[in-house]
């Protein structure tokens, strides 16, 4: 077996410097009954690289590749150019192959990196710090929800219509568990966002309001007063980023006196991968730091005086507070934190403006373009690359029977929403620097052909 | 004649002499490197993007006015940053990686290659199910493979790490007790010397902790737990082989008396890579078990992440796991059962006994992790896989045997170890501990053993050098900790100072600590701030 | 004013119905550097035993119990930026709350300076 160093005489000379008759002499401590005699029987033994790479060459043909099609989905994963050299760095082994960074020393790397991502993260995000990653960003919205409760010890969150489903989904599932409640709303398929209904429910139990920006159907609204409400009754106002390279043409959560912004930090660096593996991104207001969940990196001075970076403020975390801790949360996102990383500071703040701005004019092009098929309403007012049509009739058969002629033309709101019959003709479209102008005139005129 | 007239002429080298400090601060190839902070500019890019028009606003009145404040480099400044940064971190590419409980194996790089294979690194997650049976397939064949090789009844695949795989097994078992009626069954059980993440996880899930002792010889405390059994236990939270390296001979016993008391077992599987394809846990009577992919299975670490923790579950618990998940029906169709189909699915294909907790994560769980982990049990298929366990298991043992007579090794006469050996600075020279044995080992080119876990264990060294290290790289290591074992013994005052060889010496822990600088600011405001 | 110490390795300085509570000598030099102090606010109500609070070193975060039932009158606002006190003057400047005492019988049941001393000797 090609990854197994190990020869026959290794494994008998070694047998013999411990004492011990045979392998299975090792596995004396297992009870005769769980023992195995030989391998399990119903499944293959090994094969070769060659025939490994055969068969999943097999099971990825019968995916429809994003790339080799006019392509529109979004609604919390986008499809961007990532740069070639951005894969090519987080393949070198000192990353990809490296443990947390515990031993401080002979991990500068990944540190600095680290050290590196939260600065830019928190800049973009437009607060004073920010964590080391989270699993993803829906994952990081229920973080951000139960450090609120701890930070204000009120258990009622607001959360917008506007927040994706799945995020509500995972919310919902852990506030089972810790108690908290949630006020949660659907959507409408309309231009304006639940902000002042948003407003008009904040009371002195509310621990936070959870807004997305922009929403789940591409809407976007100024937060101000939204934050101001908040902290006129002592709640936390939650910003939830899906599509980060929105913050290069918008103003950030932050500025706008968000409390905590977290997002999915898939856009840059990462790929769609199917849903993973993601990064969660996680910022907060530097006066809340100890109440943050996930590794923090910080910088330090090493023995002779010269800058190094260490894991700090470790004590929030649950292999020293074990059942005290802030988050459940422990492996991170790394390798996909450094991807994003890479990908932003190969951008810079003029290759991020740029993006955005593109990905901005292609929305605004496509919809110009597509409220002019026959029976298609644009229902936004404002977006940025992704926003939400009428069409109509329901979009989800319509998605599917586009999807055979060849073309992948959104997300429709039945997928998000099932059995939500107000909001079944929608459908969210996703524009990035990825869709060309012949692109868009495909979708324009596979839809014109579906709803003739 | 023709005269070398350029002065360069062959030189004998010369040994000795100090050097003189380097103007860049460099030493040959070991090279400093700044922030991008500080090399960056706001306006340099590395990435070019087409001409043309940029029209269009309908951003509201909410446009970005103020600087971002993000440093860019162009394409070739950014690959010397990542590549002088990667070279300031150990890695297993380099060597060893001894950290016990983390099963740091060879990557091997087909996983790569297969993970970015554009029909499974490019595909977007809410694509219509017909366009990604491929993918679906890659999930439905790997929960095949783990129901297999755990004996178990199903797998949820979402959870995203360990911990959270932690998380959906207690909440599995959760769900199930409230579907009894058993909801006040309010105390889950753990071992001392479980990961830190199990009593975490229980307490999340509103579970209050107690802890079972441990035998002198590193084992549960099968009497004690067996006593502590009744009305109020919920589960017993156990790690198999344990973080001692001890397989629990008593396991069934345990879960036995665990079920006939009405409450469930959940074992840790961190150190599945110890029994995978020799053990199956669910013949042991375990209910749930988390699968870290990156342990067992190699998916790569990176550094801290991505992770990916799929549970399986027994007939009891499955009904609850986590949605989504897949179902291949009889017509080799692939479904992805999400919240709407969960109900119809489960009368038409379950009896109508799917009883989902809900969901963990936005789509799929780590769609990037499947990928690798299917090759990389197809590579090694069920022969390959429990020789994988059979050398994990010789390797540790190697070791334990190869050290006992410098090392103290606190369970060596309780039998074999499985795969990590546990040793402890008991009988080093006063004032010497277990971080001074590590960090000198990190001059000796290795990355450090696990450091004072498990905690059952005073000053504990946690080895485990997994089935992938050769005899050659394992002597070598023995070699090495033997000799740092000795200087410890000795008294060695080097030791404390260690390591003397790496891009930095000690951090200082306390500072980072005390006054906690999380990101970069200009050199401005750190004048200010220091006011 | 007298000084009783609890197993849990808690001073208390006691004058009229007031306390003053900090962590003995022995118990910062065994958690080592202390980066981190979370104190009572003013006004808590704790019961004798009750979980006051928090005190971080690098590797550890350990909780301190009041020592006594009682209504908090202040927390040491010194030691949230300055949590090195404890190390260098536990029994002093690094003090944690001051407590006004609901029932001094419970004093009874705690150290003097002597019993503690040896209550330490033998750990």
């Known amino acids: 077996m090609r990854y197994l160093p190990l020869t026959p005489t290794d494994r008998q000379d070694m047998l013999a410097v411990i004492g011990a008759s045979s392998i299975d002499a090792l596995f004396a401590d297992v009870p005769e009954a769980a023992r195995l005699d030989g391998p399990i029987h119903d499944l293959p033994n090994h094969a070769s690289e060659l025939a490994v790479e055969r068969h999943m060459a097999a099971l990825a043909r019968k995916n429809t590749v994003a790339g080799e099609v006019p392509f529109f989905l979004g609604a919390g994963a986008y499809r961007h150019h990532v740069p070639a050299s951005v894969d090519h760095l987080i393949q070198r082994g000192e990353f990809l192959t490296a443990y947390t960074p515990y031993q401080p020393e002979i991990a500068q790397g990944t540190l600095q990196m680290l050290f590196e991502f939260q600065t830019q993260v928190a800049a973009l995000l437009g607060t004073d710090v920010a964590n080391a990653s989270m699993y993803d960003g829906s994952t990081a919205c229920w973080e951000a929800i139960g450090m609120a409760r701890r930070i204000t010890r009120r258990g009622k969150a607001i959360l917008s219509g506007g927040l994706h489903p799945h995020y509500v989904s995972v919310a919902k599932t852990m506030a089972k568990y810790t108690g908290d409640a949630l006020d949660t709303a659907l959507p409408t398929l309309g231009a304006d966002t639940d902000l002042d209904a948003l407003i008009a429910k904040i009371d002195d139990d509310t621990s936070c309001v959870v ?43 932050g500025e706008m006196d968000a409390d905590i912004v977290v997002g999915e930090g898939q856009s840059l660096g990462v790929g769609l991968q199917f849903g993973g593996p993601y990064v969660g991104l996680f910022g907060c207001k530097e006066k809340y730091v100890r109440q943050m969940p996930g590794r923090l990196c910080g910088q330090t001075v090493d023995a002779e005086g010269r800058r190094g970076f260490v894991l700090t403020l470790s004590t929030r975390e649950q292999h020293i507070r074990r059942e005290k801790a802030t988050s459940n949360i422990c492996t991170n996102s790394g390798l996909c934190a450094l991807a994003f990383s890479i990908h932003m500071t190969l951008l810079g703040e003029a290759g991020l403006r740029r993006l955005a701005a593109l990905n901005h004019a292609g ?34 058969p319509v998605v599917r029977d586009l999807a055979d002629k060849g073309v992948l033309a959104g997300v429709s709101l039945g997928r998000l929403y099932p059995g939500e019959d107000a909001l079944a003709n929608g459908l969210i479209v996703a524009v990035t620097e990825t869709a060309t102008d012949e692109d868009i005139e495909a979708l324009a005129t596979a839809l014109e052909e579906a709803l003739a | 004649m023709s005269i070398n007239a350029s002065g360069w002429k062959p030189t004998t080298p010369v040994a000795g002499g100090n050097a003189a400090p380097t103007f860049t601060g460099n030493k040959a190839l070991m090279l400093e490197e700044p922030l991008i902070f500080e090399i960056g500019s706001t306006e340099t890019t590395g990435v070019d993007f087409a001409d043309g028009d940029v029209a269009g606003s309908r951003l509201g009145d909410l446009t970005r006015k103020s600087a971002i404040g993000l440093p860019g480099l162009s394409e070739q400044e950014t690959v010397r940053h990542y590549t002088r940064l990667s070279r300031q971190n150990y890695a297993i590419d380099l060597g060893l990686f001894p950290l016990g409980s983390c099963t740091m194996k060879h990557n091997p790089r087909l996983n790569e290659k297969v993970a970015r294979m554009p029909g499974f690194a490019d595909i977007h997650p809410l694509q219509p199910v017909d366009t990604v049976q491929g993918a679906l397939g890659v999930i439905n064949e790997l929960a095949v493979w783990l129901i297999k090789l755990t004996g178990m009844y199903g797998v949820a695949m979402s959870p995203k790490a360990g911990a959270h795989g932690e998380l959906c097994g207690i909440l599995c078992i959760k769900a199930a007790l409230e579907k009894r009626g058993e909801g006040h069954r309010k105390v889950v059980l753990v071992p001392e010397s479980a990961h830190g993440t199990n009593p975490a996880t229980a307490a999340f899930a509103g579970f209050s902790v107690e802890d079972i002792p441990a035998t002198d010889e590193g084992r549960i405390d099968t009497a004690a737990l067996k006593a502590r059994l009744g009305p109020d236990v919920a589960a017993v939270m156990i790690t198999n082989p344990n973080t001692c390296g001890l397989f629990e001979r008593d396991l069934k016993e345990i879960s036995d008396a665990v079920h006939a008391a009405g409450g469930y077992v959940y074992c840790d599987g961190a150190n599945f890579n110890a029994i995978v394809g020799r053990v199956r846990p669910g013949d042991l009577g375990v209910d749930a078990m988390h699968i870290n992919l990156h342990k067992t299975f190699s998916t790569p670490h990176g550094g801290g992440g991505p992770g990916s923790g799929p549970v399986v579950l027994s007939e009891a618990l499955a009904p609850f796991g986590p949605l989504p998940y897949t179902a291949r029906t009889k017509d080799g169709y692939v479904h992805l059962i999400e919240e709407e189909r969960a109900e119809e699915f489960s009368n038409e294909h379950f009896g109508g006994k799917l009883d989902s907790f809900g969901r963990m994560v936005a789509f799929h769980g780590q769609m990037g992790m499947f990928t690798r982990a299917l090759a990389y049990i197809l590579s090694h298929g069920a022969d390959g896989l429990k020789q994988v366990a059979e050398d994990a298991v010789l390797n540790a043992n190697y070791v334990l045997r190869s050290l006992e007579d410098v090392l103290d090794a606190p369970f060596a006469g309780a039998g074999p170890c499985m795969h990590e050996a546990i040793f402890s600075d008991k009988g080093f020279a006063a004032g010497f501990s277990t971080i001074d044995a590590a960090k000198a080992l990190i001059d000796e080119g290795f990355h450090p053993m696990t450091m004072y876990f498990p905690l059952v264990v005073h000053g504990a060294m946690l080895i485990e050098p997994t089935e992938t290290e050769s005899r050659g790289a394992l002597d070598q290591f023995i070699g090495a900790l033997r000799s740092v074992a000795e200087r410890a013994k000795a008294g060695d005052p080097s030791l404390k100072t260690a390591p003397h060889f790496a891009p930095r010496a000690r951090l200082d822990e306390t500072l980072a600590a005390r006054k906690p600088v999380l990101t970069w600011k200009p050199p401005v405001v750190q004048a200010e701030a220091a006011e | 004013m007298s000084r009783y110490f609890t197993e849990d390795h808690e001073w208390i300085d006691v004058d009229g119905d007031t306390g003053t509570v900090g962590i003995s000598d022995y118990a910062q030099s065994q958690l080592g550097d202390i980066v981190f102090v979370e104190v009572p606010d003013a006004g808590r109500a704790l019961g004798k035993g009750d979980e006051a609070a928090v005190v971080e070193s690098v590797k550890a975060a350990s909780d301190v119990y009041s020592p006594v039932s009682g209504n908090v009158l202040e927390g040491n606002p010194a030691l949230t930026d300055e949590p090195a006190l404890v190390n260098s003057d536990p029994e002093g400047e690094g003090w944690f709350f001051k407590i006004t005492l609901s029932d001094a019988s419970e004093l009874d049941a705690l150290m003097d300076e002597t019993a503690y001393a040896a209550f330490v000797a033998k750990l």
């Open chain 1, 211 to 253: 807004v997305q920006y922009p929403d789940i159907l591409g809407r976007i609204a100024d937060l101000t007063p939204l934050a101001d409400a908040c902290h006129a009754k002592k709640a936390l106002l939650i910003a939830v980023v899906t599509e980060p390279v929105a913050l290069g043409a918008l103003r950030s959560p």
């Open chain 1, 363 to 396: 929305a605004c092009r496509a919809a110009d373009r597509l409220a002019k098929v026959p029976g298609v309403k644009l229902i936004n007012d404002t977006f940025f690359n992704e926003f939400t049509l009428d069409i109509g009739k329901e979009a989800r």
